[in-house]
């Protein structure tokens, strides 16, 4: 083992997330499933049972002081995200159940309204599911045509392809920030701007780069920018989509209800201002004011010290595991957020998956919802650690022992 | 000619067998070599409608019947899974389908090995049980 970084003390991170003391099958728990969510500090906790025992109160409406607390709360997270991804202002952070419908929302109220038949759709091999089926059921509805970028053999996005793709015809990118399968970061920054000279519309999926990377929306220029709360040490159920103004003044809403509404007749209706005019219903208010706090655990450790730390163990873990005779890593390119995916020799993932979890060490496989990117990579699926701001050198050096053990067991 | 043990006494025998392990290695080591004991499946018996769905890894499932008594050929890309499928060959197959649907197979959960098997996997298991008894109903 080497030593831990300088001035990060991960045992008093550790000590704030209580589901770190739990033992498993008799082993302390070694979480490496952070790509798929995060654990919760115990602040975010707090928050959620403060909120529920001092002032839960439906928001917006109410004229009492719970609404007025709860509206407070509920608006201050919005403003804390805006900080978090610099946009330029709070009419452009819309909340979601998560990235999935952010997404979708995306599909239905700007697809409906914009794409046509013959219009071209561009994502990448690298996409998870829901960065797929939304659009295939858009090109569905409506004659567009999906085309993907394809990647080379570690997993990164074939530039010169994406050129020869676009068009006049392009009217959306969409695509992932970073790979959850593989960690590997698409050049955002370079695909956006030369969308952009095509006229075409970008989404970026954030569900992984939002808790690594520091997110500016204005710098990027992206068009819209997606992710959930739940990978961000908040609560699950609530997620962000960020959307510029003017596209998102020029939608149509995407549900109708309560909240998204300005004055309602049987005759006609005229919807709410930004960002309500996409928040029909009663919202998960809940889970959208602890996310606050969560935002707030990250900017007060600081985003840059986290991510030290978790390239750090990024980069042992891959060394380590790299060295397990028979082991191949996926992905294995510079610029990665903390996602190790790899294969063993003649070994399932799924045994892989089962062992490891016998030994108390929680890792995620098979085809992290992109089969489509399994496929091309000619795997049946890849067993996957990825690492958080709690996670110890000592704990990969664990997983590597008990990779040693399964292999073990199975040849 | 010997009578065919029965579900419960093949059960019953697997249960032993893993009794005599104390730790969940020794008793994954068995699993796993269980599967590699396991009868190769044909090639070409593995088709897409042969597989078995609610599980991670593929397994393929065959029944033929005859003489009033199924027999069944297994396999998966898995080793674990493919221990779980080669302890339910070993146990149905040869058994007549009215015994395969009437008898409950507890084996599993007597070894021990359930509480090591999370929720989804549990359900893989369950899939395959359930279509081994249904492939048996027909018959009857």
């Known amino acids: ?411 | 000619m010997t009578e065919h043990p029965s579900i419960q006494e093949i059960s019953e025998a697997l249960v032993e067998d893993f009794s005599l392990f104390d730790n969940w290695e020794e008793k994954y080591e068995y699993l796993i070599d269980l599967g590699k004991k396991l009868p190769p499946m044909a090639a070409d018996l593995k088709t897409e409608d042969r597989k078995i769905k609610g599980c991670q890894s593929t397994v393929w499932l065959y029944s033929e019947y005859k003489d009033g008594i199924i027999y069944f050929q297994a396999d998966s890309e898995a080793m674990i899974v493919k221990g779980l499928v080669s302890m339910l060959v070993r146990v149905l197959s040869g058994q007549k389908p009215e015994d395969i649907v009437a008898t409950p197979l507890d084996f599993i959960e007597k070894i021990g090995l359930q509480s090591h098997l999370a929720q989804t996997r549990a359900n893989g298991l369950n899939a395959m049980i359930r279509q081994m008894k249904l492939d048996a109903a027909v018959r009857i």
Request: with cysteine.
């Open chain 1, 1 to 411: 083992m080497v030593e831990p970084t300088v001035g990060y003390d991960v045992q008093e991170i550790r000590k704030q997330f209580p589901i770190l003391s739990r033992e498993l099958k008799g082993k302390p728990l070694v979480y490496f499933d952070n790509a798929a969510t995060s654990q919760k500090p115990q602040i975010v906790i707090d928050a959620l049972t403060h909120y529920y025992s001092h002032y839960n109160a439906n928001i917006h409406r109410g004229i009492h002081t719970l609404a007025e607390e709860a509206t407070a709360a509920y608006e201050a997270t919005r403003v804390t995200v805006q900080h978090f991804i610099h946009a330029s202002s709070t009419k452009e952070i819309i909340f979601t159940r998560g990235t999935t419908e952010g997404i979708n929302l995306v599909a239905y109220s700007w697809g409906r309204a914009n794409i046509k038949e013959g219009d071209e759709i561009i994502i990448s091999t690298l996409e998870h599911h829901s960065n797929i089926v939304p659009w295939q059921m858009l090109a569905k509805e409506t004659g567009a045509i999906i085309k993907v970028v394809p990647i080379n053999e570690q997993g990164e996005f074939n530039f010169p392809a994406f050129e020869q793709l676009l068009s006049k015809r392009t009217k959306l990118v969409s695509v992932v920030h970073a790979s959850n399968a593989l960690g590997v970061i698409n050049p955002v920054e370079e695909i956006i701007a030369l969308a952009h000279r095509f006229g075409a519309v970008v989404l970026v999926d954030g569900a992984q780069s939002s808790v690594h990377l520091d997110i500016d929306v204005q710098a990027l220029d992206c068009d819209f920018y997606a992710f959930s709360a739940h990978k961000l040490y908040g609560p699950t159920g609530v997620g962000v989509l960020y959307g510029k103004q003017q596209l998102l003044e020029e939608m149509p809403p995407f549900m109708g209800g309560g909240e998204m509404i300005k004055e309602v007749s049987f005759e006609s209706t005229t919807y709410n201002e930004l960002p309500y005019k996409f928040e029909a219903g009663t919202p998960n208010i809940a889970d959208t004011v602890a996310f606050k706090t969560a935002l707030d655990f990250i900017t007060n450790i600081g985003k840059a010290t986290i991510r030290a730390h978790e390239d750090e163990l990024l980069r042992y873990a891959t060394a380590q595991i790299g060295q397990i005779p028979g082991v191949r890593i996926m992905g294995d390119v510079q610029n990665k957020v903390s996602v190790v995916s790899f294969v063993i020799d003649n070994i399932h993932p799924q045994d892989v998956g089962i062992l490891l979890d016998n030994q108390g060490i929680a890792v995620r496989t098979g085809s992290h919802c992109t089969m489509p990117l399994m496929q091309c990579l000619n795997v049946v699926g890849t067993t996957r650690a990825s690492f958080a701001a709690y996670n110890t050198l000592t704990e990969i050096d664990l997983l590597v022992n008990g990779l040693h053990k399964v292999i073990k067991l199975l040849r």
